[in-house]
């Protein structure tokens, strides 16, 4: 089957400070989401792009797409959001034609990952894996703490092994049945897709994730994003 990609864009972005909805600040003079489905379209294997736009903003999200260039062999269209990503996700999902074997789901919020991450997911899903993620090891040594009230100091109750450890990025690629099961089956709130699929009992892989595919959270963010785009440009 052909290969889609779902990029939920419906969040906030609280975290990066007030303004516009996310997806929709700009990196460089163009708008976040741009970057991500560009990003997405490089690899000649997508045939498709779903945005998943926030609840109120799919007209304003199908016009900004429209006024963007996209290679020739790249469809998309925009459908409403949910609350939660999770929502989002399973209403970009129900949006796909029936030839579409393939999904990788990629966060708006990651704009710059590059061709060479996406074509190794779709690959090493195209070779059998129901569930592939890119993630890197981490540089920050990790502990699981007792959550108290803010303000109030958190007592440390485990140091999991570092070199075990992954950061996981998007697009995370799935067997697109897999995929839609796990949503059908998982009512959990969850932070990405794969841990889903590990849910329902399936093997979910990981592949070399890329340092240039971290997810624009926080004010510095954009610093980075922004000096990332002008060293290509350079
Ligand atoms: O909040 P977080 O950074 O985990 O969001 C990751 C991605 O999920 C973002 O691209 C965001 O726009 C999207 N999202 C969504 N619908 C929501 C919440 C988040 O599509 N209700």
């Given at each position: 089957g052909r290969t889609?990609?779902?990029?939920?864009?419906?969040?906030?972005?609280?975290?990066l400070g007030p303004g516009a909805p996310k997806a929709l600040r700009a990196l460089n003079g163009t708008p976040m989401l741009i970057?991500?489905?560009?990003?997405?379209?490089?690899?000649?294997?997508?045939?498709l792009v779903v945005v998943v736009?926030?609840?109120d903003g799919a007209p304003e999200v199908k016009n900004l797409l429209d006024a963007h260039a996209l290679p020739e062999r790249t469809d998309y269209l925009v459908v409403p959001g949910g609350d939660t990503r999770q929502e989002s996700v399973r209403l970009g999902l129900e949006a796909l034609p029936e030839t579409i074997g393939t999904v990788l789901v990629h966060d708006a919020?990651?704009?710059?990952?590059?061709?060479?991450?996406?074509?190794?997911v779709i690959e090493a899903v195209r070779d059998g894996a129901p569930?592939?993620?890119p993630a890197l090891?981490?540089?920050?040594?990790?502990?699981?703490?007792?959550?108290?009230?803010k303000g109030e100091p958190e007592p440390v109750v485990a140091t999991p092994e570092r070199a075990r450890l992954r950061a996981v990025q998007t697009p995370q690629g799935f067997d697109?049945?897999?995929?839609?099961?796990?949503?059908?089956t998982v009512t959990d709130d969850v932070t990405d897709d794969a841990s889903m699929v590990e849910q329902l009992g399936a093997p979910v892989v990981v592949v070399p994730g890329h340092e240039e595919a971290f997810k624009v959270t926080r004010p510095l963010d954009l610093v980075l994003a922004e000096a990332v785009l002008a060293r290509r440009r350079a």
């Open positions: 889609a990609v779902v990029i939920p864009a419906a969040g906030r972005g609280v975290r970057h991500a489905v560009r990003a997405m379209a490089a690899s000649r294997a997508v045939s736009a926030p609840p919020a990651r704009p710059l990952v590059p061709v060479d991450t996406v074509d190794a569930a592939v993620v090891p981490l540089a920050d040594t990790v502990k699981q703490v007792e959550p108290r009230a697109r049945d897999t995929l839609v099961r796990a949503h059908e």
